[in-house]
């Protein structure tokens, strides 16, 4: 069966490019291994920027209806405990808070939205890593829940399935480490987490950081995402003990300790890993978006809105395109790459120097001194990690 975009991974940006597409009348098929809802290890703290794009979708009120919780200030601490505030006003782009949302729950509201717009949508089906192309189009084949085999074929293919993408890796660079040690991130859902209020913290340990945020409520009463990035080194010392992981990582830092006093784990642990970071090289044939495309340090809280604008990036790059009468590939993924690197490359840039010296004591003590005197220094490097998406 022919499409005119067949896009894979059904996250944030995949859903995001598939329902815009579709609502532009273009004929799209999504595929997406996985059966929504599903949960997915991220921090789970949605900028205000994102609302934007939400309206755009029309989603933002079933955000909000599905129990997001306001988020108007974020707080980065020190590993001695030493805070400093982030106003969300800082980022508001229009909106004077974030929100707290599971990926669950997020990601499920993005896939209805994309069927309700017209996308084709297949839930279980696993993809082959492999392509071919004929006749100017590429052929994907694969496999539904059941066993069945399908085979279509579109001009276009999007990759939107993740940090370890169908197509987008292949190619990679070289994995990120911290002192000779691997990176790995971990997410579990806590309750008994008391204070937070509208507040979103973030904790630096010895070797890592993680944040703390509150999520909608279940019936088991309010929940809070911890997601944290820590080495292989700290991974192996705790030995699969989780409580001995909290005390190696976030519970090492003093703010946090006293935060998780009496917090209960609640759920599943989800980990991934190792972590590379930046931009990421796709196959030929291939648009790749979201973490497929590019992987952006956690700390900076926007991997959700690096997501929404790479899906709504490459809906208009492929539009314009096919306004202008351009059907080939190789056209239209040059000028999603280009434009991707002008919007975006600064902002990768910035988010390799503090990585750099957020894991260097000297450095980071002596920018969280000179930060916490002058709160603008604070405020440009909050700036400086998130580079507004032209529309």
Request: a positive charge.
């Amino acid at each position: 069966m022919e499409y005119d975009v067949i896009v894979i991974g059904a996250g944030p940006s995949g859903a995001t490019a598939a329902a815009l597409l579709a609502q532009r009348q273009h004929h799209v098929l999504l595929l997406e291994k996985s059966r929504f809802p599903r949960e997915k290890l991220c921090g789970e703290f949605i900028t205000p920027e994102c609302l934007n794009f939400f309206d755009r979708l029309g989603v933002r009120e079933r955000m909000l209806d599905a129990g997001a919780k306001f988020i108007r200030r974020w707080t980065l601490y020190a590993p001695d405990g030493r805070g400093i505030d982030i106003p969300m006003e800082w980022i508001a782009d229009g909106h004077p808070h974030a929100i707290g949302l599971s990926r669950a729950r997020m990601d499920l509201i993005l896939l209805e939205r994309a069927r309700e717009s017209g996308v084709d949508i297949r839930e279980g089906f696993h993809v082959s890593s492999e392509l071919e192309c004929r006749d100017g189009l590429w052929c994907i084949e694969g496999r539904d829940s059941d066993g069945g085999h399908h085979k279509f074929s579109s001009p276009i293919i999007i990759d939107a399935s993740g940090r370890n993408g169908a197509f987008s890796s292949k190619i990679r660079q070289p994995v990120s480490r911290l002192d000779g040690s691997r990176l790995f991130g971990c997410k579990v859902h806590l309750r008994n987490v008391q204070g937070l209020g509208e507040n979103g913290e973030l904790f630096f340990f010895a070797d890592g950081y993680g944040g703390l945020s509150d999520i909608e409520e279940d019936q088991g009463g309010p929940r809070t995402n911890l997601c944290f990035l820590t080495t292989e080194a700290t991974l192996l010392q705790a030995r699969g003990d989780r409580e001995k992981l909290l005390d190696l990582t976030l519970r090492s830092n003093p703010a946090a300790g006293r935060r998780l006093s009496s917090a209960v784990i609640d759920g599943e642990w989800l980990g991934t890993g190792p972590v590379t970071f930046g931009r990421q090289y796709s196959m030929k044939g291939v648009i790749a978006i979201g973490d497929a495309g590019a992987f952006i340090d956690p700390f900076t809280g926007s991997g959700i809105l690096l997501a929404l604008t790479s899906g709504e990036l490459a809906a208009r790059v492929i539009t314009e395109g096919f306004a202008e009468g351009v059907r080939n590939f190789d056209a239209l993924s040059e000028r999603y790459r280009r434009i991707h690197g002008r919007q975006f490359g600064w902002r990768f840039r910035a988010c390799s120097s503090l990585r750099k010296l957020a894991f260097k004591p000297v450095a980071r003590n002596a920018l969280v001194a000179l930060a916490s005197r002058h709160h603008q220094i604070m405020r440009y490097i909050a700036l400086g990690t998130r580079q507004r998406f032209q529309t």
